[in-house]
């Protein structure tokens, strides 16, 4: 059974850098076939897709969020990470790590991070 | 970017009621859409991918159909966990939107 789980601070301060991790079990990020995604949701609302990695290491970004958003992968630990720059208010979200195959079967439990000073 | 729309936002129903969501794409995406259940304080749960393949472990109540830009996601005879938010998203491109989703209350 494939397990994902993100870490990071739930607490960042406006203009700096959100850090999350999301670490796989019950599975190989190497074995490829899936595509490693982040996606978000705002307090209340909608999902929000931020962007995906594949074992290569080759990344798509929502071009919303391209110019601050950087998905990087280490297969050696069987993690993968978002770095998301410049933080307003308006990031405060739940963010999921997901795996994406015809639909994404396995999600992390969610990560709330607030964007405050 | 593929939009998505869903109809409707709200819906209110009895348990035993069939429901019936539709999703509808601002062009076509082939067959790659995919429907979740999503509870208050839980991640999205994949019900439907490839617009009419159920997920392993879901009951075969939930089945989905369409192609092209429209997709219904039906439930047969809503049980009392079906109570939710469902949500569609599109696979065909990056990228990979979600519609706005539709909240199933009781009536």
């Known amino acids: 059974q494939v397990q994902l789980q993100e870490s990071g601070p739930g607490l960042v301060k406006p203009s700096q850098t959100l850090s999350l991790t999301c670490t796989v079990s019950?599975?190989?990020?190497?074995?490829?076939?899936?595509?490693w995604s982040w996606i978000r949701q705002h307090p209340g609302k909608g999902l929000e897709w931020i962007g995906y990695?594949?074992?290569?290491?080759?990344?798509y970004y929502n071009p919303s969020l391209k110019s601050r958003v950087t998905i990087s992968v280490d297969t050696s630990k069987n993690q993968f990470s978002l770095k998301l720059s410049s933080v307003t208010a308006a990031d405060t979200a739940v963010y999921y790590c997901?795996?994406?195959?015809?639909?994404?079967?396995?999600w992390g439990q969610g990560t709330l991070v607030t964007v405050s000073s | 970017d593929i939009q998505l729309t869903q109809s409707p936002s709200f819906l209110s129903a009895s348990v035993g009621d069939r429901v019936t969501i539709t999703c509808r794409a601002s062009?076509?995406?082939?067959?790659?859409l995919a429907w979740y259940q999503q509870k208050p304080g839980k991640a999205p749960k994949l019900l439907i991918y490839?617009?009419?393949t159920l997920q392993s472990g879901v009951p075969s109540r939930f089945s989905g159909s369409g192609s092209g830009t429209e997709f219904t996601l039906t439930i047969s005879s809503l049980q009392p966990e079906d109570f939710a938010t469902y949500y569609c998203?599109?696979?065909?491109?990056?990228?990979?939107?979600f519609g706005p989703g539709t909240k199933v209350d009781i009536k």
């Open positions: 490839a617009a009419s």
């Open positions: 990695i594949y074992y290569s290491g080759s990344t």
């Open positions: 997901a795996r994406v195959g015809g639909g994404i079967d396995y």
């Open positions: 019950g599975g190989s990020i190497s074995s490829g076939g899936y595509y």
């Open positions: 998203q599109q696979l065909n491109s990056s990228p990979f939107t």
């Open positions: 062009q076509g995406i082939s067959s790659y």
